[in-house]
């Protein structure tokens, strides 16, 4: 069964450093999201991407991040300069189509900034 | 704003039935959802929910949905050990689908 892979599934790094978290959604799904999930805390919406762009993003998603489709399967969320309060678990997300709500969810990176 | 409400906890016996409850606050929501997250797990698509439908079961999960009261409660049939998890509701809004998630309630079954 198709799934949405995310990669690292653990990754540290510190204050001040670039991460980039990968993702692969499913194959022939076309709106990808990014949700993150501080712990204890409820998971939020970040960016959802739909047509090569950007369609939605919250007032978290502010200049730090970034989210790229660099090639026809991984959607890659960049965080410039990390804080300590990035530190959470993210989740990618795919659906396949505009008629479609299933969103199918990958199994999270948790990034730990230190 | 858009907020979705769930009680943190509970605690059922293996066989008996698990309702737990959630409660959101736009009324323009499409789709509700359940999602189940497992320890060390990610979210996993357990059923959902068209907002003019008032039920939807699917094997042992039941969903019953009160529009007028914005309430929806997912009903787990004879719990299994293998049911503890914790349960996220989602409402979907938005022409972009975008999820706005519950805290969880965490479901201990005992054996």
């Known amino acids: 069964e198709p799934e949405v892979t995310q990669t690292p599934s653990h990754q540290v790094t510190q204050m001040g450093q670039e991460v980039i978290l990968r993702c692969v959604p499913i194959?022939?799904?076309?709106?990808f999201y990014w949700y993150r999930q501080i712990l204890g805390q409820k998971v939020e919406f970040l960016v959802s991407?739909?047509?090569?762009?950007?369609?939605?993003k919250s007032e978290i998603f502010d200049d730090q991040f970034s989210v790229e489709r660099p090639d026809g399967s991984n959607f890659t969320l960049k965080i410039r300069s990390t804080k300590l309060e990035d530190s959470a678990m993210y989740f990618c997300?795919?659906?396949?189509?505009?008629?479609?709500?299933?969103?199918?969810f990958g199994p999270g990176t948790r990034l730990t900034v230190t | 704003g858009e907020d979705v409400e769930q009680s943190l906890f509970l605690s059922v016996r293996e066989g008996d039935s698990s309702v737990i409850n959630c409660t959101y606050t736009?009324?323009?929501?499409?789709?509700l959802y359940w999602y189940k997250q497992e320890p060390g797990a990610g979210l996993q698509l357990l059923t959902y929910?068209?907002?003019n439908m008032d039920m939807k079961q699917d094997q042992r999960l039941t969903v019953l949905l009160n529009k007028k009261d914005k309430h929806l409660s997912l009903r787990i049939a004879d719990t299994q050990t293998g049911d503890s998890a914790i349960y996220f509701c989602?409402?979907?809004?938005?022409?972009?689908?975008?999820?706005?998630w519950g805290l969880g309630t965490s479901l201990a079954v005992n054996p």
């Open positions: 997300a795919s659906i396949t189509s505009g008629g479609i709500y299933e969103q199918y």
């Open positions: 194959s022939n799904h076309l709106y």
């Open positions: 991407f739909y047509n090569n762009e950007i369609s939605e």
């Open positions: 736009d009324s323009s929501s499409t789709y």
């Open positions: 929910i068209f907002s």
């Open positions: 989602a409402e979907g809004t938005g022409n972009n689908r975008k999820l706005i």
